[in-house]
Structure formats: structure tokens, C-alpha cells
């Protein structure tokens, strides 16, 4: 058997897609274009393994995915695929609107025609699995309930908006065609092979570069994170029982300010590789102008996916994030050779080009 993920050499597809063949021999086909966000590096275990079949491309290649389609006759399609970083959304949605909107709908066609095309048992067993974010949801204000499925989209950002035009078309396959979907809306992720563009992997290369620590606006801004192989297994979870047609969200019951964010990682980096003149990273943190339209909180009410499906996150953020700044601090290779041309770029326009508060 095989299952086809799209976006596995990205941050969480590759986290999943590692997990996924450290516990099982059901071979994956990769399915990525390696934008800046892929990386092949972080996949470097899996060289010469005949369960990771890598194939570089776009998901909205109809004629690429019906011949990948016809030649693994996966059981699932999990899309990971997608711009993922809404500073980048705000700078440029172009490709946001191409991949997350039009390169899922590509992706739908491409395999609602496989999976009409399956016999009949085939058919009943197939399932679309769609990774999706909490920021469908809009933002919260300090006091309101944590998002449930239940509560109504308010995307904010390009990227989110795109992320929620996305989810409403797997969601219109499923009710219109039948196809077999499954959606997960997952909070923010932190752990190994994170892009350092994010907020965690950036504040611990940022740290140990010496460079600054840009905080946006007054950092009272609040996310739920959730340690990324936490997400992974509320993945397979869902793949393996979710309710067709259902929503599941996915979080790690951990809402905090970004201030403490990097405070954490300030101090985790103050124990484990302090600075030679005994001062703090903290003393680079440094406040800056704040993003447009940035949402002040997210929370995320998993409690569906406690219920029905027995998940729950296995690290706590202490454990969890002990292990990412460890990880970091163990592999600055990966670190600096994601650096690429690319990257220096994004760094210039997001934070040389724009002037500090
Ligand atoms: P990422 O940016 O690290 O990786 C995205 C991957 O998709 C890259 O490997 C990239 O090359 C690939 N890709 C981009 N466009 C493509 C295209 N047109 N065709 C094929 N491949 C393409 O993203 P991530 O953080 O790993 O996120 C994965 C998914 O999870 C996304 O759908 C994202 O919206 C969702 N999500 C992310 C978070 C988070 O905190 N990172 C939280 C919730 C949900
Ligand atoms: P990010 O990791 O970009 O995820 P998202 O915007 O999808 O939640 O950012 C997390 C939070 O950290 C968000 O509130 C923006 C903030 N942030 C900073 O304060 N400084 C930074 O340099 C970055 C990248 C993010």
C-alpha cells in the first residue's frame, strides 16, 4: 500500500513523512516543488530507502498527478502542499492564491477523476486528507472560548484567507462529489527542520548569530503551539479513523504570548550554550513595527479530536521546547544551509528594508 503526501519536504510533511516510515513500511510518494520552504536535506535519512519515492513538482500539475496517480494507486492523499508564512502573504499573495486556492482545486480534479475511476472497495477506503491552520478562524480577544469546528471563518491575512477558500472547496468536493475528505485546522508548530523564518527557529538561529530578536509591535500577541510531531500523529489519527466529510482541530492546549516565547528560548539558550560574557540573549531582543492586520489570538478547543478519537499532544511546551532549541543547537548544518540566496533576500525585505519602532 501507498499513500501520496504533498509538501513532505517542507516542515511538517517532512516531520510526517519521517515518523510516518519510522513506524510503519506503507511507502510514501513525495509530491513537492521545492520552493524556497522544500528541502530534500531534511529527508537525507531516507536516501536510498524504496518506501520514499520523491517526485519534484506542483500540485496543480493535473497531467503529473493523474500519471503519479495511475502508476502508485495510493489510498490516501494527504496535501501539505502550500505558502505557508503570512509575512510573505502580505508581501506577495500571488503565489499564495496559485498554490494554496488554485493548486488544491488542481488537486481536488486530479483526484476526485483517480478515485472515481477506483473499484468499489477502493473507493469506500480512499480518503483526501487536507492540513489546514487554526487561522481560518480569525483572531480572538482575551476573554472569548477557544476556536471550536464549529465557529465561523474570519481569515484575516492572504495567507489565511487563501488557507479558508482551500478548506471550502475540499469541504464543496466532499458534499458535491462524495470524495472522501478529511480536514484538520492545526495550531502553530515548533520543533526540528523548522524554516528559521517562523517565529521559534528564528529567535534561537537569530540568537545564536548575535543578531537581533525582532519582536512585532508590543509582543502580547497570543498563539497555541503544539510540538510538530504532535501534529503528526493527530494526522495519522485522523487518516486512520476521522469521520469522512468531518473537521477536526488540532492543538496543543498551550496559548502564550510571543514576549514569552522568546523569553523561554532566551533562557533555554542561556543554559545550554551561554554566552561567553555572561550576559542574556534577552538583551537582543528588540521591539519592532508590527505586522499589518496581525491577529491578536488564536486558541484552539481540540476537544473533538479528544473525544472521538482518543488524541491527545504527548510533550507539554517545557519538554517540546527544550528538545527544538537542543535540536538547533545539534544541527547547524541543516540551519546553515537553508540560508540560501533565497532566504538572505526575505531577511533584507522583511527586516533591513523595513525600519525598526
Ligand atoms: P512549509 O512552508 O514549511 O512547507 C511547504 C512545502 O510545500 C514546501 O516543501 C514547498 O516546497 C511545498 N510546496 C509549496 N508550493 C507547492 C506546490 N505548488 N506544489 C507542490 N509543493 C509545494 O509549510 P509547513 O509549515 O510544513 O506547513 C504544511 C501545511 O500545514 C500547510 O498547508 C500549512 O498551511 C499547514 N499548517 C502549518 C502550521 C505551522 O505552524 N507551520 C500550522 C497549521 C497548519
Ligand atoms: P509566525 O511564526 O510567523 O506564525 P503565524 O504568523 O502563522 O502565527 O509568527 C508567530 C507569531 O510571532 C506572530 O504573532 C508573529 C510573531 N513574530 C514576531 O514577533 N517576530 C518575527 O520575526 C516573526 C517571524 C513572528
Given amino acids: 500500500m501507498t499513500?501520496?503526501?504533498?509538501?513532505?519536504?517542507?516542515?511538517?510533511?517532512?516531520?510526517?513523512?519521517?515518523?510516518?516510515?519510522?513506524?510503519?513500511?506503507?511507502?510514501?510518494?513525495?509530491?513537492?516543488?521545492?520552493?524556497?520552504?522544500?528541502?530534500?536535506?531534511?529527508?537525507?535519512?531516507?536516501?536510498?530507502?524504496?518506501?520514499?519515492?520523491?517526485?519534484?513538482?506542483?500540485?496543480?500539475?493535473?497531467?503529473?498527478?493523474?500519471?503519479?496517480?495511475?502508476?502508485?494507486?495510493?489510498?490516501?492523499?494527504?496535501?501539505?502542499?502550500?505558502?505557508?508564512?503570512?509575512?510573505?502573504?502580505?508581501?506577495?499573495?500571488?503565489?499564495?492564491?496559485?498554490?494554496?486556492?488554485?493548486?488544491?482545486?488542481?488537486?481536488?480534479?486530479?483526484?476526485?477523476a483517480y478515485w472515481s475511476g477506483l473499484p468499489a472497495e477502493g473507493k469506500a477506503a480512499f480518503r483526501f486528507l487536507h492540513v489546514s491552520t487554526d487561522e481560518v478562524y480569525g483572531s480572538l480577544s482575551a476573554t472569548d472560548p477557544a476556536f471550536t469546528e464549529q465557529h465561523r471563518y474570519e481569515p484575516n491575512s492572504p495567507y489565511s484567507a487563501s488557507k479558508a477558500a482551500s478548506d471550502h472547496l475540499v469541504r464543496a468536493w466532499h458534499h458535491t462529489y462524495g470524495l472522501p475528505v478529511l480536514t484538520t485546522n492545526c495550531s502553530n508548530n515548533y520543533g526540528p527542520y523548522h524554516f528559521p523564518e517562523k517565529l521559534i527557529p528564528l529567535m534561537i538561529v537569530n540568537a545564536l548569530a548575535g543578531k537581533a530578536l525582532p519582536v512585532y509591535g508590543d509582543g502580547m500577541q497570543v498563539r497555541d503551539w503544539l510540538y510538530v510531531k504532535d501534529h503528526c500523529s493527530a494526522i495519522r489519527e485522523v487518516l486512520a479513523h476521522g469521520r469522512v466529510g468531518e473537521v477536526y482541530n488540532v492543538g496543543g492546549w498551550n496559548e502564550k504570548p510571543n514576549i514569552e516565547i522568546v523569553n523561554t528560548v532566551c533562557a533555554l539558550l542561556d543554559e545550554l550554550r551561554p554566552k561567553a560574557d555572561g550576559s542574556s540573549y534577552r538583551s537582543q531582543i528588540s521591539y519592532v513595527k508590527d505586522r499589518p492586520g496581525h491577529d491578536r489570538r488564536y486558541a484552539i478547543d481540540a476537544g473533538k479530536l479528544e473525544r472521538e478519537l482518543g488524541w491527545k499532544p504527548a510533550e507539554t511546551f517545557d519538554t517540546g521546547i527544550r528538545k527544538t532549541v537542543q535540536w538547533y543547537l545539534a544541527n547547524p548544518e541543516w540551519v546553515a544551509n537553508v540560508q540560501s540566496g533565497a532566504y538572505r533576500d526575505w531577511v533584507q525585505t522583511q527586516y533591513v528594508e523595513t525600519a525598526a519602532t
Avoid: C, M
Fill in 3 to 112: 499513500i501520496l503526501i504533498t509538501g513532505a519536504a517542507g516542515f511538517i510533511g517532512a516531520n510526517f513523512a519521517l515518523d510516518w516510515l519510522a513506524g510503519s513500511d506503507e511507502s510514501v510518494v513525495n509530491l513537492d516543488k521545492l520552493t524556497y520552504a522544500g528541502n530534500l536535506e531534511t529527508l537525507a535519512s531516507l536516501r536510498g530507502d524504496a518506501r520514499h519515492i520523491f517526485v519534484q513538482g506542483d500540485i496543480g500539475d493535473g497531467e503529473l498527478l493523474a500519471s503519479l496517480l495511475a502508476k502508485h494507486q495510493p489510498r490516501a492523499v494527504l496535501n501539505f502542499a502550500a505558502e505557508s508564512h503570512v509575512d510573505r502573504s502580505i508581501h506577495g499573495p500571488e503565489d499564495f492564491i496559485q498554490t494554496n486556492i488554485v493548486g488544491t482545486f488542481r488537486l481536488l480534479e486530479s483526484v476526485r
